[in-house]
């Protein structure tokens, strides 16, 4: 009789001990993964461009609004910190814990696989409405749009304006703004 392989048993984290963590963490279906080290300068110009384009093109709608490096409890054991999203609801508390309409990643080489793969597939089963990866090397922003319970792709944008339609409004965003001069 051959001896049974021996098993690691996985650990499976939830948002109590995500708050309980030092340092800067994602929480996705129980596993915890590390956020260091911090975006790039680049990484941040983008995010903050961003950001500042969403946040003008909101001063009319009543309902959303745009903000950055926020965690997200999606579930008792998934928490992520998208660099920008768009919600169009009142926040319960302190936290977001409902699913934003948007959500918007700063593409590095380092989290390549994590944001165009495992927030993909999160971000899709959650229900957001939009997703964003962002390329700063190479000044090119993918969109996709939720339709029926899957992403479907808006296009690739570099120095094009693209409409993002709300519940409550529509922003047209000029994409060559998140590039600089």
């Not at 309902?63 to 928490?79: K, M, N, P, W, Y």
């Not at 709300?166 to 965003?173: E, G, R």
Request: hydrophobic content about 35%; charged content about 30%; proline content about 7%.
């Amino acid at each position: 009789m051959m001896p049974m392989p021996v098993v690691a048993p996985v650990e499976h984290y939830r948002i109590a001990d995500y708050r309980r963590w030092e340092g800067d963490w994602e929480l996705i279906q129980g596993i915890p993964l590390a956020m260091a080290p911090s975006p790039g300068i680049e990484h941040q110009r983008v995010a903050r461009r961003l950001l500042r384009e969403l946040d003008a093109s909101l001063d009319d709608c009543p309902r959303c609004e745009a903000l950055h490096e926020i965690d997200v409890e999606f579930s008792d054991d998934t928490v992520t910190r998208p660099d920008v999203l768009i919600i169009c609801f009142e926040p319960d508390g302190d936290r977001i814990t409902r699913t934003p309409a948007l959500i918007a990643e700063v593409v590095s080489p380092k989290t390549a696989r994590r944001d165009e793969q495992t927030k993909f597939q999160l971000y899709r089963e959650e229900g957001v409405g939009y997703y964003m990866l962002l390329y700063p090397s190479q000044a090119k922003a993918k969109i996709y749009r939720l339709v029926e319970g899957e992403y479907r792709k808006v296009g690739d944008f570099q120095r094009e304006s693209c409409p993002i339609r709300l519940a409550d409004c529509t922003i047209d965003l000029d994409i060559a703004r998140l590039w600089g001069r």
